[in-house]
């Protein structure tokens, strides 16, 4: 199934979901053990050309096949620098925390954008220091 190198992976577990960082995007296959992660496809994403300009993935926020709990992954040769990077990092941190609150923009819009800004700082200050 999967190739011989084993990914070069970042994985934070934190309470409410876990944040996996790679320069790889198919690394998130490797990570999983998976040939198909939530409508995307190991095979495809190696045939890809992954650059800093155009990946496979960029980022991806959903429900791990392990462990059931949302996770957050950042291909990091695809942030760029800047509003680039801060720009797709908060874009995932929206979507998980859509996921985590339930998508209650009615009633928790305010808590929802907050929460992903917040995290987004929070990994935005994790990515810096790799």
Same mark, same amino acid.
């Given at each position: 199934?999967?190739?011989?190198?084993?990914?070069?992976?970042?994985?934070?577990?934190?309470?409410?979901?876990?944040?996996?960082?790679?320069?790889?995007?198919?690394?998130?296959?490797?990570?999983?053990?998976?040939?198909?992660?939530?409508?995307?496809?190991?095979?495809?994403?190696?045939?890809?050309?992954?650059?800093?300009?155009?990946?496979?993935?960029?980022?991806?926020?959903?429900?791990?096949?392990?462990?059931?709990?949302?996770?957050?992954?950042?291909? &990091?040769?695809? &942030?760029?620098?800047?509003?680039?990077?801060?720009? &797709?990092?908060?874009?995932?941190?929206?979507?998980?925390?859509?996921? &985590?609150?339930?998508?209650?923009?009615?009633?928790?819009?305010?808590?929802?954008?907050?929460?992903?800004?917040?995290?987004?700082?929070?990994?935005?200050?994790?990515?810096?220091?790799?």
């Amino acid at each position: 199934m999967m190739g011989k190198k084993k990914p070069s992976i970042k994985v934070y577990n934190y309470k409410k979901y876990t944040l996996i960082l790679s320069k790889n995007p198919c690394d998130i296959f490797t990570h999983f053990k998976v040939e198909d992660l939530h409508g995307l496809n190991y095979q495809k994403c190696l045939a890809h050309k992954n650059t800093k300009e155009s990946a496979y993935i960029a980022g991806l926020t959903n429900i791990s096949p392990k462990t059931k709990k949302d996770f957050l992954f950042i291909n &990091l040769n695809r &942030l760029g620098k800047g509003k680039e990077k801060m720009g &797709l990092i908060m874009h995932e941190t929206m979507h998980l925390s859509l996921e &985590l609150h339930k998508h209650d923009v009615n009633k928790k819009e305010e808590e929802i954008i907050t929460w992903a800004e917040n995290e987004a700082y929070k990994i935005y200050d994790i990515i810096e220091k790799l």
